[in-house]
């Protein structure tokens, strides 16, 4: 069965920098586009970023670009999303997504159980 | 980019009654590229519908998507228990996706 655990979240400064990480088994990893979506507490879906299957294409949020950056492994069946410059709106609960399809323009078919990045002084 | 409106915010409803929420979109979305999704407290979201109107693998068929263009409503014919939940529309046809602000559908 398709799983994704995420793993990476913590507690950071503002300033600072966090990479997460997102395990992927019991699917062909290296056929689908991955998202990152993320919630922030009591508040609704925003979604940060995809790459495509084979990682060579990527689109972020307006709210993230230039600061955070999608990336996979297909050999480790893993996807991560670096984050710099951290700011305390970016405190959310982020979630691992798996794209329907190879492209960017398909929904999201299964998700992690998110991990908790909370950035605070 | 495209910004998805829900409606209600919230509903109050008893189990066996009809939920009918609604998903306007700012511009037409692109082949009624439009999902819903389910959320519980401390879960992540369900895919529900694609497509606009598509059931995924192993929904019910108590839910039903309709729509095109810029409106959109999810249909849970008959609530059960387990439905009462916060509910999200999704548009992938155009980048950024977006996601409404969702519903919470509460026992009444």
């Known amino acids: 069965q398709v799983q994704l655990v995420e793993s990476g979240g913590g507690v950071v400064q503002p300033g600072r920098s966090l990479r997460l990480s997102c395990g992927a088994s019991?699917?062909?990893?290296?056929?689908?586009?991955m998202h990152w979506v993320r919630q922030a507490p009591g508040k609704g879906l925003e979604w940060v970023a995809v790459t495509s299957y084979d990682g060579s294409n990527k689109n972020y949020a307006d709210s993230v670009k230039g600061r955070f950056t999608i990336s996979r492994d297909n050999s480790k069946n893993t996807l991560y999303l670096q984050m710099n410059t951290l700011r305390a709106e970016d405190t959310a609960v982020y979630y691992c997504?798996?794209?329907?399809?190879?492209?960017?323009?398909?929904?999201?078919?299964?998700w992690g159980q998110g991990t908790l990045v909370t950035v605070s002084s | 980019e495209i910004v998805l409106t829900q409606s209600p915010g919230t509903l109050s409803l008893s189990p066996g009654e009809r939920a009918t929420l609604s998903c306007r979109a700012s511009?037409?979305?692109?082949?009624?590229?439009l999902a819903w999704y389910q959320q519980k407290p401390g879960q992540a979201p369900r895919l529900l519908i694609s497509g606009a109107s598509s059931r995924a693998t192993g929904i019910p068929d108590r839910f039903s998507g309709s729509g095109s263009g810029t409106d959109f409503t999810l249909t849970i014919s008959r609530l059960e228990p387990e439905d009462f939940a916060v509910y999200y529309c999704?548009?992938?046809?155009?980048?950024?996706?977006?996601f409404g602000q969702g519903t919470k559908v509460e026992i009444k």
């Open positions: 019991g699917f062909s990893f290296s056929g689908r586009a």
């Open positions: 511009q037409s979305v692109s082949s009624n590229f």
């Open positions: 999704q548009q992938y046809g155009s980048s950024p996706q977006t």
């Open positions: 997504a798996r794209g329907a399809s190879s492209g960017w323009y398909a929904y999201t078919d299964y």
